[in-house]
């Protein structure tokens, strides 16, 4: 067998979103550990950042849109990106939860750098993905033929990913099942594991959900409802007499939701955005315990090794939380948009209850 000397890992990467960075180094680390002496290379939506962040190298990933592409062509990106494929012995698509069809051309626009890689004759791995709904005939269609043709080997994060490959795609792969890598990364470099236990911090991560351009207008009035019940969080963690700091994974779409939380509460919180994961995990590991809306918010809390209240909004934070064996159902909170996860009252007085329980527990 072929020893492995160059990697190429492709996912969502570049965005400055902490989660996807996250991904990305926990994936650097199993690599260089699985294939020692290895050069990894990244295909990264910003090249620049990724380089400096995770160093290593990084070259362009795959555009998205007419324009884009044109742009590639004229700026020889899509020929840096080609040139690293051709010269990797591995590709892998790693991490995140990108293979969906909630928006039609998404399978085909990941899937296909499967197809370019395998031309080249490379090994293809889909490792450590979370994977729909598929809620389109031709998503699974699409999904099933770069899978069953042009992968050699796929993982997923959860039990309920593995299921909507095999079971509602039809993917003829073997799948395994492996835990999301982030949960498993080496964090003693970013954090003090020493203990929390007098700290005055509870940190909360939030994002918005319903409000955006893929929901249809009635989601905004349950936008409004989620807000309160994040502010009803915010508020147990005052009566308790802790701080609440407010931590944001990707500030370019979330500073007006930060600003929004500052006008309701002023001074009694604290705002951040952390620059990079190492930042990320060292803020969350000067709290008590984290409250998060946020997988990887979820996800990181247990790489350190922190209490926290999960929200779940999505199988795969349900799918996380089953792999790991978590029991404390008494303070554990839903909202889904009926697709991706169930759809439910929200109730802002059984979220400061759920909240208030949680911080009894951590007291």
Known sequence: MAKIKNIVISGWYGHGNIGDEAILQALIEIFEKKYPGCTITALSFSPEYTKKTQNINAVKQFPIGKKKWLHSVLTFDI???????YKCDLFVMGGGGFLSDWQPYVPHGWLK????????????????????????????????????????????????????????????????????PVANMSVDGYID??????????????????????????????????????????????????????????????????????????????????????EAF?????????????????????????????IIYHHKTAGFLELIDFRNNEYLLEVGDGEN????????SEWKSKTEIFLESIK
């Open 79 to 85: 020929v840096r990106t080609l040139i690293a494929i």
């Open 113 to 180: 750098q499967m197809k370019i890689a395998k031309y080249f004759g490379k090994k293809t791995w889909l490792y450590r993905i979370g994977a729909g709904p598929f809620l389109t005939d031709v998503g699974k269609k699409t999904t099933k033929f770069y899978i069953d043709n042009f992968v050699d080997m796929v993982s997923v994060r959860d039990k309920e990913s593995y299921r909507q490959l095999v079971e509602n795609v039809g993917v003829e792969k073997r799948v395994e099942i492996e835990i999301d």
């Open 193 to 278: 594991r020493r203990s929390k236990q007098d700290s005055k911090y509870i940190c909360l991560i939030y994002t918005e959900y319903f409000k955006n351009k893929y929901f249809k207008n009635d989601k905004m009035k349950k936008w409004d409802h989620l807000f309160r019940a994040f502010c009803a969080q915010i508020e147990a963690v005052i009566d308790k007499g802790l701080i609440p700091k407010l931590l944001f994974f990707q500030k370019d779409i979330e500073e007006s939701l930060a600003k929004k939380f500052v006008e309701v509460f002023n001074e009694q919180i604290i705002v951040l955005f952390p620059r990079d994961y190492k």
């Open 282 to 310: 060292s803020m969350m590991s000067e709290s008590k315990g984290v409250i998060s809306f946020r997988l990887h918010g979820n996800i990181m809390a247990y790489a350190i090794k922190r209490p926290f209240l999960p």
């Open 341 to 348: 996860w169930k759809d439910v009252v929200i109730d802002s």
